[in-house]
């Protein structure tokens, strides 16, 4: 884990509310593995040094670029929304577990909801890259206002399909309705689930992992002040029978395969 001062190379609204950040690193680039995150502190518009935001890494490319794909939604997303190019940021990560890879010839199935995007664009990149692995993303957005990254995606070569709850691209509904008929072909072989994005949709993904007795991982973007095990206020009830009453998601995750996780309670 490294804190760094790095001025940004792009900052760009590219959807609905929905901004894409680049900088260079070649320390963070190198040490970064899908899944992982970073603490950014919103740039010298704030002073407050406890105004930190977690975010994904998204991607990286060329070696040194990070990439971080993040929503508008409050004060410290607007502050980070108006920074420009060579504005000064400083980021500490890369931080948390990340995602367990597949086997090699194991199948990856990455479910995303909206900026769930944001971490499994990284995942699909390095398996991508290896080649060891059919890809296959589901993606799910409410508008097609919302839909960002496709040809990126394109270009990585994974096999692509899109929802939007209003039907105005892709595939009318939502996105676990495509894993539902993907789960349904019998006499495939098992994969694996790699899925990010609002707790209903993740709760479901679990489900559904459980019934079939499938592998899991989910990424959950919960509260965090701290980022590293000091405030305790990223707390999720594990399930029952876990060895520990809670996790702590910037800590123990904030990937986990599905089954620790109380959905009830989340
Ligand atoms: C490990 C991790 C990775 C993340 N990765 C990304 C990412 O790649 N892209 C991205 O856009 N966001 C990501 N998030 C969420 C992001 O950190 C929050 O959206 C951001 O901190 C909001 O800051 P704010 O000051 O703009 O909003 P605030 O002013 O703090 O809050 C504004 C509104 O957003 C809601 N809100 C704030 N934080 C969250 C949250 N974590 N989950 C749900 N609602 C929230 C609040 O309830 C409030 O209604 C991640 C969170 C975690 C924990
Ligand atoms: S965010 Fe502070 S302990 Fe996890």
């Known amino acids: 884990m490294v804190e760094e001062t790095v001025a940004l190379k792009s900052n760009q609204q590219i959807g609905t509310n929905i901004w894409l950040m680049e900088f260079r690193s070649t320390l963070l680039a190198s040490h970064a593995k899908p899944g992982q995150f970073l603490m950014v502190h919103l740039g010298e518009r704030t002073k407050d040094p ?3 935001r977690p975010f994904s890494i998204h991607g990286i490319q060329d070696g040194d670029k990070v990439m971080i794909l993040y929503n508008v939604v409050g004060a410290g997303t607007s502050l980070l929304s108006a920074l420009k190019e060579h504005d000064i940021i400083s980021v500490i990560g890369p931080l948390g577990n990340g995602f367990t890879l597949p086997r090699p010839s194991e199948k990856a199935i990455l479910v995303g909801g909206g900026t769930g995007l944001a971490p499994l664009f990284f995942l699909a990149q390095v398996l991508q890259k290896d080649q060891r692995n059919t890809v296959t993303l ?4 409410p508008t097609s206002q ?3 990254r496709i040809q990126q995606l394109k270009d990585l070569g994974v096999n692509l399909s ?6 105005s691209l892709g ?3 939502v996105v676990t309705d495509l894993l539902d008929q993907r789960l349904s072909n019998k006499g495939t072989t098992k994969p694996v689930i790699y899925a990010c994005g609002p707790p ?3 709760k ?5 992992a459980t019934t079939l007795s499938l592998r899991s991982y989910v990424s959950l973007e919960g509260y965090m002040a701290c980022g590293l095990g000091i405030c305790l206020g990223c707390a999720v009830k594990a399930a029952h029978g876990e060895t520990k009453p ?6 123990d995750g904030p990937v986990f395969p599905s089954g620790m996780i109380d959905w009830e309670v989340l």
Do not use: N, S
């Open 171 to 173: 595939i009318k509904g």
């Open 50 to 52: 406890l105004l930190r």
């Open 162 to 167: 899109l929802t939007t709850e209003d039907g």
């Open 138 to 141: 589901f993606l799910g957005f």
């Open 200 to 202: 209903p949709m993740l």
């Open 246 to 251: 809670y996790y702590y998601v910037c800590q």
């Open 146 to 148: 919302e839909v960002v």
């Open 204 to 208: 479901t993904v679990a489900q559904k």
